[in-house]
């Protein structure tokens, strides 16, 4: 059932219903995009048939097939655009959407701006960030080389955590942009990223040191750099985590 209702997902299913957009379309695009309504269709109406004979769940492979076009980082920008879907923006100065290369092959997510970041636009730019960076250069790897973003977009006022309402307003768009980017390997950063990509209810402590799933890409959760800067002893331990991410990733 969950991967029928995300084949028709208008989001994903775009093929055959460009919604009147003009795409100064050849003979040859006008076909293809023909065989892809028309393989829609047929892969919906046999997964209907399936669905109907008990079949429950499908092999994670299925799910790229029904990504023939998803949607681009910008146009999930766009989609978002200024964002009123809950009560964030009314203290915001910017929304932070997010940063780095759409073929990043591993996405980093945070919990959500602070102070700096509200300010600048940009996550992971304060004193969270400071340690990130080096986080980032230790893994042999440049700033622009990955993605860096969070689960909610815009500051909450003083810090405070995420509310359950602003996380779910928000935390389709992540979902998007990690479906967007389909990286190798994606690090959570704290208890409120690990557990929203991996829907558990389990403190960070539990869920680090493994590997765990979302839509089929490995998720490795660790501490969050903030946590790490009030309790360094544990850097020994979120190093770990960021060994067994980088065994991961090709
Ligand atoms: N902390 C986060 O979780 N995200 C940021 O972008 C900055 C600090
Ligand atoms: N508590 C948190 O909120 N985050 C961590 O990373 C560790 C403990």
Not at 12 to 21: P, S
Not at 126 to 140: F, P, S, T, V
Request: aromatic residues 6%; proline residues 6%; glycine residues 10%.
């Amino acid at each position: 059932h969950v991967t029928l209702g995300y084949m028709q997902d208008e989001e994903t299913m775009r093929f055959g219903n460009h919604g009147g957009k003009s795409h100064g379309d050849g003979e040859v695009e006008r076909s293809v995009r023909r065989d892809l309504a028309e393989l829609a269709a047929s892969l919906r109406q046999h997964l209907s048939y399936q669905a109907l004979m008990g079949l429950e769940w499908l092999p994670s492979e299925l799910v790229t097939i029904t990504q023939v076009l998803p949607e681009t980082l910008d146009e999930i920008r766009g989609k978002l655009g200024e964002c009123t879907r809950c009560r964030l923006h009314s203290n915001r100065s910017h929304i932070v959407f997010g940063e780095g290369t759409s073929s990043a092959r591993i996405v980093i997510v945070g919990e959500g701006p602070g102070r700096d970041e509200d300010r600048l636009g940009r996550p992971f730019v304060g004193a969270a960030g400071k340690l990130l960076d080096r986080i980032i250069a230790a893994m042999g790897l440049r700033r622009q080389e990955v993605y860096i973003c969070n689960v909610i977009k815009c500051r909450p006022p003083k810090n405070r955590d995420p509310l359950p309402e602003e996380i779910e307003a928000c935390g389709p768009f992540l979902r998007r942009q990690l479906r967007a980017i389909r990286p190798q390997a994606i690090l959570a950063l704290g208890g409120f990223a690990a557990q929203f990509l991996i829907s558990s209810q389990q403190p960070i402590s539990k869920l680090r040191g493994r590997v765990h799933q979302f839509e089929g890409i490995p998720v490795v959760p660790t501490y969050h750099p903030a946590y790490l800067l009030r309790n360094p002893l544990q850097k020994r331990q979120a190093w770990k985590d960021v060994q067994l991410l980088l065994s991961l990733v090709e």
